[in-house]
């Protein structure tokens, strides 16, 4: 136990009370200094560093208004869409809480998608950020799970039929595959059961799960020390008498004044969405979701809402034709790798064992597994990625020019299968959909090799800095 | 086990290892996370469908005089929509132009699940005119919609008999709920055991086994 502090004599009643709590919860104390007076951030945090803190406001807003819907909400099959309509029409200011709520979701993806892009081009899952960036994955999956179980809350067509389509994946698992998604329903089809244990998940498994993984997120950030835009490490070149990193500045009151800003213009637009557009042309609120769930009918259109249709996308290129052309990349990987791998001896004929292997499973299942098996691949090929990136610097801004480029066209590719999820489907949109999931897959699996291509420039000592 | 010894208060220098301790150590972290274990199995069991769901499922009878050419007619079992359909001559013969473009024309695939023995034919019906049918995408579990009429519109191909368009993922079946080639979808549509009472009572769920 830390020693016991005395409050100068004659001091005023405040700094006796905090000298009280001092004595007895150090703790608190230290975590402040650690967490916020004494955190050092590099001083040159651009636009792109908003999204974090934004992410945990969201986060708030989604766990305060959710314990307000609970209180209304009726998690039962016959209940549940007439207790969301209550809650929208008789429940003072209801609707505000739950267009808070919903608009809550669409925003928390889109903070979250900035953030894992700006991780992306700065390099902030390297060396030693690798657990940051695993830990933020994992939040992006706990997400998704949040999201897609909230989505059947309301107990619409669209969330009906969505987690059919969503829980029918599991059913494509070969050999436990229909047992699985028959213990992920409880029932033979989605049903109450379904509905009662998804509530659960949503208000209270998931929620915990991903607390968790925020604290973990943070505190492994804090461990390491904040990436910034030159990717440079400021703990390198520190003040010799206080060994404060020169390009630091605490995070409280620098960066916390900072986001306040950023806040303040992300509460603008996020009031704006709910006061003037809380159902987004469909896409926040999907229309079909107005009606209440049939289990005889599926709508005419269905897609997942906008977040999710990117990864969809590549769940519908998935044909017996893509699974072809897999095999011819299994085959020629395969090939490459035997002639190039380096290995020895009989080792040498393992990567065509492998691809033969890889091959006569991709020709032996059902396209609908390999379909779920990009799906799930697509998200969980981001935990890779520390590994994947070869490349002598962080920053973008100092990998070689064409590489902005590069990260130009991923951009607009996953842009362009969010469009294709949303739309119905066509003979073209698979084309493209498929050629842009051969894409996205090249882009991390290749990047072993295209990242260290190119001339890269010189990395500067300190930070690019401009004040005010 | 030297190596163990350090200058922490748990391992002063000096201190050796009694190998013995160790030993129930370990069998009691054994037996403590076989005990953890076997307590996740009545937990993960609530997860499987309870008595009452099972229970649920019983035949269900339909009327199907009034069933016009043409007409489909949807009633729930289990939970699933069953579709009658009950097929014009001419929809009946164009049956055998599709199966040069579908994937199990014959089917072949998982019969004992799809396909009961009576409907084991170009109609996968019992009467060639009636087909019945779970209404439910053997891909992701969508309900496919009604595209009867023929020749070409959108998402379907030029030469359309008339069958069904899935509308989650673009999976097409022809008018006997075989699927055709190249679609998400990797089977027919099941077949469900059906029988008819009378020619205007039709039984789902329970069929007569020979």
Known sequence: ?468 | MSDAAGDSPAFPSGATVDSGRRTWLAITCGAGALGGAAVAVPFVSTFAPSERARAAGAPVQVDISAIKPGEKLTVEWRGKPVWIIRRTPEQVAALTKNDKDLADPKSERKPADLTPVYARNEGRSIKPEFFVGVGICSHLGCSPSDRFTTGAQPSLPDDWNGGFLCPCHGSTFDLAGRVYKNKPAPDNLEVPPHMYVSDAVLVIGEDKKA
């Open chain 1, 1 to 468: 136990m830390a020693e016991f502090k005395e409050a100068p004599a004659g001091a005023g009643t405040l700094v006796q009370a905090s000298t009280w709590l001092e004595n007895r919860f150090p703790t608190a104390f230290d975590a402040y200094k650690v967490h916020m007076s004494e955190y050092y951030a590099p001083k040159n945090f651009n636009f792109w560093y908003f999204f974090g803190a934004l992410a945990l406001l969201v986060l708030v807003i989604q766990i305060v208004t959710g314990i307000f819907l609970v209180m209304h909400y009726k998690p039962d099959a016959n209940l549940a869409f007439a207790s969301v309509e209550y809650i929208m029409r008789d429940v003072p200011w209801g609707w505000l809480v739950r267009y808070m709520h919903s608009t809550g979701a669409s925003a928390f993806f889109v903070v979250v998608y900035l953030h894992m892009f700006r991780g992306l081009i700065y390099g902030s899952y390297k060396k030693p950020r690798e657990l940051v960036w695993i830990f933020g994955c994992a939040i992006f999956l706990a997400l998704m799970a949040e999201a897609f179980m909230g989505y059947l809350l309301p107990w619409g067509q669209m969330s009906y039929w969505g987690a059919q389509v969503i829980i029918n994946l599991f059913a494509a698992i070969p050999f436990v595959g229909p047992d699985l998604s028959l213990l992920i329903r409880g029932d033979y089809v989605v049903g109450d059961a379904t509905l009662n244990r998804f509530f659960s998940f949503h208000v209270i498994a998931v929620p915990l799960v991903l607390l968790g993984l925020v604290v973990a997120h943070l505190l492994s950030l804090h461990d390491v020390g904040s990436n910034n835009p030159d990717g440079i490490e400021i703990k390198a070149k520190r003040d010799p008498k206080t060994g404060i990193p020169l390009d630091g500045i605490p995070f409280h009151p620098y960066y916390s004044v900072h986001d306040v800003m950023g806040v303040s213009v992300f509460l603008m637009i996020f009031t704006a969405v709910i006061f003037f557009a809380p159902e987004m042309g469909g896409y926040f609120l999907e229309f079909n979701n107005f009606i209440p769930a049939d289990p005889l009918k599926t709508p005419l259109h269905i897609a997942p809402v906008w977040y999710f249709t990117p990864y969809y996308s590549m769940l519908r290129a998935v044909t017996d034709d893509m699974v072809n052309v897999f095999v011819g990349l299994t085959a020629v990987a395969g090939v490459l790798a035997f002639l190039k791998g380096g290995f020895k001896g009989l080792w040498k004929f393992a990567p065509l064992v492998g691809a033969l292997v890889l091959a006569v499973m991709l020709k032996s299942f059902d396209a609908k597994f390999w379909g779920v098996v990009v799906m799930g691949g697509a998200v969980m090929i981001l935990f890779g990625l520390p590994w994947f990136d070869k490349s002598p610097v962080r920053s973008i801004r100092y990998r070689p020019s064409w590489n902005k480029i590069l990260y130009g066209v991923f951009v607009v590719v996953f842009a362009v299968l969010g469009y294709l999820g949303i739309q119905p489907p066509t003979v073209v949109g698979t084309l493209m959909s498929q050629a842009g999931t051969l894409f996205y897959f090249g882009f991390f699996l290749l990047m072993p090799w295209w990242s260290t291509w190119g001339e890269f420039k010189p990395v500067p000592d300190r930070v690019t800095f401009h004040a005010h």
